[in-house]
């Protein structure tokens, strides 16, 4: 029978969520465990999967708009099924479904454990009992909107939360008051567009960022993700791509300013850089500006290390004006062309399919590689960096020839990886993410040294 999407739980405090981006529209068919949407809570941004193969239609869950858990979304349908009316048995079971997730949650909400995390002079100093109301100093407030007050240099405790129990929410944050310069992080001054940034997983320590190449965006990394579980990790959309803005006369020097901007605000001051293809060369562009707070510096099939790069792979990106026209170019980023399967050509369609897109993403193309050559040599920025630097490089590769690895500086470790062709973090999944990992440990070791 026909599947329902719902808007899920995903913290047992969640009652209600909003959808930020769609992955797919209606008519696209999906495959289990492919990338539907994503939900903004005021705790996170999650992403949600297909959960069975089939059609996806029905959508109905509006961006930005909050809605209750369980609510359907849409559908994803077998053939020859429809979208069911109104009153119909699989309606009133998800609307049942939608109605006891609701319940639940506020139950859960009045009986759940009342700990908060105890804020000090800007610094957390342990747990506490609910109670001691009349301790001034103590914050309750989400991890969003605390980072919010820490981006807009503004002092929470002076905020009444509309969250249980008076815990301040990200609405409550008033992110355009004037900043205080009494708590956190000073804010920074922005110099250029709000990039799109996502955390897969923060905790404490220098996170490992991950930049994406031309044509996609940071979703291109969702595999090599689920495989570097435990470590603090974000990826970032660059301009022109996702859900960045596109900024004016792009080049490597403006992308990394864009880029290093974003960390900046964000408060990043220690990262471990990875960046494949144009966002490797985004990577050694800002290797120079960055050598002092960089752990390591891993580059896939990185841009700038030669001139030859596959024009005709670019043209038949931007020119494809169908997901069957699309297909044929996808299939030379692999070995295994058996990898461009029916979902991930439409994943990558969706990318694309946006005129304002595509006008972004052929200006960028006309300034980095334009008559199908990099015009940027940036080999000359790996000499001397004094952090763990490798390259790796499908043997394979058809978009950016392998040789171009060669006599690289002897401080840089060189993986070629047989069988694969420009996407090794996709055809070798497992290498790549131990090869990532052996970067952070060995950066950890240098600092004992």
């Known amino acids: 029978m026909a599947e ?19 992955y797919v529209k209606n008519g696209d068919s999906v495959t289990k465990g492919q990338l539907i949407f994503e939900i903004e809570t005021d705790k996170a941004t999650m992403e949600i999967d297909a959960s069975a193969d089939g059609v996806i239609q029905g ?8 809605m209750p858990v369980g609510q359907v979304v849409a559908w994803i349908l077998k053939p020859g099924e429809s979208v069911p009316v109104a009153g119909g048995p699989a309606l009133a079971m998800a609307e049942d479904t939608a109605q006891a997730e609701a319940a639940e949650a506020a139950e859960a909400a009045e009986t759940a454990p009342a700990l908060e995390t105890v804020e000090r002079e800007g610094h957390a100093t342990g747990t506490r009992q609910l109670g001691e109301q009349g301790d001034a100093r103590v914050l309750r407030a989400t991890p969003l909107a605390r ?19 008076g815990r301040i929410l990200a609405s409550d944050v008033p992110v355009t008051a004037k900043p205080s310069s009494t708590v956190g992080r000073a804010p920074v001054a922005r110099t250029g567009p709000d990039l799109n940034l996502h955390w897969y997983e923060k905790r404490e320590g220098a996170p490992v960022l991950l930049l994406h190449g031309f044509g996609t965006s940071r979703v291109s990394w969702r595999p090599l993700a689920q495989l570097l579980g435990g470590l603090p990790l974000a990826a970032l959309d660059l301009p022109g791509h996702g859900k960045s803005p596109r900024i004016a006369q792009p080049d490597f020097s403006s992308i990394a300013d864009a880029v290093i901007d974003r960390l900046d605000t964000e408060g990043i001051d220690a990262l471990h850089l ?97 008559d199908g050559t990099q015009v940027t040599r940036l080999r000359a920025n790996l000499d001397g960096l004094p952090m763990p630097v490798k390259v790796i490089w499908g043997v394979l590769d058809k978009i950016v020839p392998l040789h171009q690895s060669q006599d690289l500086p002897g401080h840089v470790a060189v993986h070629r990886v047989a069988g694969a062709g420009h996407m090794p973090q996709v055809e070798a999944t497992e290498l790549v993410a131990r090869l990532i990992r052996e970067q952070v440990a060995a950066a950890a070791a240098m600092q004992l040294t």
């Open 147 to 165: 980072s919010l007050g820490r981006t807009h240099g503004i002092d929470l405790k002076g905020l009444k939360g509309s969250g249980p129990d």
């Open 59 to 66: 959508i109905e869950g509006t961006l930005g708009v909050m």
């Open 274 to 370: 990875v960046g494949h293809s144009m966002g490797g060369g985004v990577a050694l562009a800002m290797a120079e500006r960055l050598a002092h707070r960089l752990g390591s510096l891993t580059l896939i099939a990185p841009a700038g290390l030669g001139p030859e790069i596959n024009g005709a792979f670019t043209q038949g990106i931007l020119s494809a004006r169908r997901e069957e026209s699309l297909a044929p170019w996808l299939r030379q980023l692999f070995a295994d062309e058996s990898r461009v399967t029916a979902s991930f050509t439409a994943t990558a369609w969706q990318e694309l399919d946006s005129e304002e897109r595509r006008a972004a993403l052929a200006e960028l193309a006309d300034r980095l590689f334009p």
């Open 4 to 22: 329902e999407v719902i808007l899920p739980r995903v913290d047992m405090d969640m009652s209600e969520g909003k959808i930020a981006h769609w």
